[in-house]
């Protein structure tokens, strides 16, 4: 990771589904708020790293879905795939380390062999991974037998059971833990050791991050018993490791004030942004904290509008352009007065707005070049049942509401009847995100109270962004 040239303040290391996504919020709240945390007063100087079971083909379709950062580093497939930034460039000294005593033909030929395992999609099956979903019940049984048979080949591989049904095969040296581990030497050896590791989880596969020297741990509120089971037996009198209060990336945020590992408020959770107007104001906070009064304001969420307005105003540099993602180049200053026509024009609807990679470069005594990608989000509910549903319940509910079941993950028979657990509904709705890359000119006022000053602002439209609804784009 070259774009620090220090050791990161604090190293992130987070599992994404039930950690920092909650699929039980179809507001996404406490992600949003964690992301306006991360990037005022984070993204700097600090590292974000995801760690998930989901190969990259599912894990990039839940970042179509969610409103997700970028992260630094990117760890998929339980530990078994690293790349790094936003071309996501796999790391080939990993998957080096993974062939060691790794058969992946006598894995899947054994496994096959086992009626309960039901293999998962292709989509799952990687170079260094062969998943099955099993039940509860029998996945202990199957574990050690396989175990006994794969030793017998002189195979040495690790299984993990995770989320009460997902069994994944792995090479004994894979895995979140020995991943991050990994990347921990990496960084020693080139005098960059994060300060801070803080490891995050839910569910059995992220058991491991917990068990690397030195880390910080949160256990969200929401983890699965097969998790606190580990940790009962495993790390129970360890200080360093916490079970939350708070769910999903909520938690996260209550273990950074725990274990003090530096500011802990987001954004998001200060309703008058004049009151902190006295804390440490940065280029990045300046557009954080900007981009939350344009949500609130096309949310009618803003109270003194008129005040504010002025005050936004009062901001921009006289001369100051905005070239507009369509090319259309006008005053800055008029195109805050322009806002005063959209106000509210979003209420009622699921309208956030969040910026992503807000890095900046000081060009000048107090000037800052600053760029960012800013996304938009409209329209979308998603809805996640856990619980075991009766087919029955499940046609009525798809019928009755234009649902499109996305994924039924396990049937099981009870009563002569079948019970299928039904995780993923949506509502499709079409693209909902839409983003641009922004560029601006900022100028920071020494005395640290008057904030920012916008001097120029450049937007472009990213990924296919420009083809969708373009006249409400303010900025
Ligand atoms: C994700 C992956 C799946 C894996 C599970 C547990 O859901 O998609 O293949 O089994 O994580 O690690
Ligand atoms: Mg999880």
Known sequence: ??????????????????????????????????????????????????????????????????????????????????????????????????????????????????????????????????????????????RKALSEIFAKHGLDVKIIYSGGMDLDILPQGAGKGQALAY???????????????????????????????????????????ELLQWHAENAKGNPKIIHATERCAAGIIQAIGHFNLGPNTSPRDITNFSDSELENVSASSEIVKFFLFYERWRRAEVENCEIYLASVKADCDASGILVHPSGAELPLCGAITGMRNYYGDKQGQQFRVWVDRVLSTQTGLDTWLVKFNKWELSGKIDLLVDEPLELDLLRRVANTSKLLLCFILTRSISNGQSLFQLNYLSIPAGDEQQGCVITCIINMKKDGVSGATYMHVHETWLEGSGTKDQSTWLF
């Not at 795939?81 to 071309?87: A, H, N, R, V």
């Open 183 to 225: 990347l921990h030497k990496k960084f020693k050896a080139e005098g960059k050791l994060p300060t801070n590791t803080l490891v995050c989880g839910d569910s059995g596969n992220d058991a491991e991050l917990f068990s690397i020297p030195d880390v910080h741990g949160v256990m969200v509120s929401n983890a699965q018993e």
């Open 1 to 142: 990771m070259d774009r620090l040239n220090a050791p990161a303040r604090l190293m992130i290391v987070s599992d994404l589904d039930h950690t920092m996504v909650d699929h039980h919020d179809p507001e996404n709240m406490s992600l949003l708020r964690f992301n306006a945390l991360w990037e005022a007063r984070y993204r700097h100087d600090s590292l974000l790293v995801f760690s998930t079971g989901r190969s990259p083909t599912l894990y990039k379709q839940l970042r179509k879905e969610k409103p997700m950062l970028t992260p630094d580093i990117t760890i998929m497939s339980v530990g078994t795939e690293i790349t790094y930034g936003t071309s996501m460039v796999p790391d080939d000294g990993w998957v080096e380390v993974l062939n060691h005593k790794w058969d992946r033909n006598i894995v899947t030929e054994e496994a096959s062999k086992f009626s309960e395992l039901i293999l998962q999609s292709e989509t799952e099956q990687r170079p260094h991974k062969v998943s099955f979903y099993v039940d509860k019940d029998k996945a202990q049984n199957v």
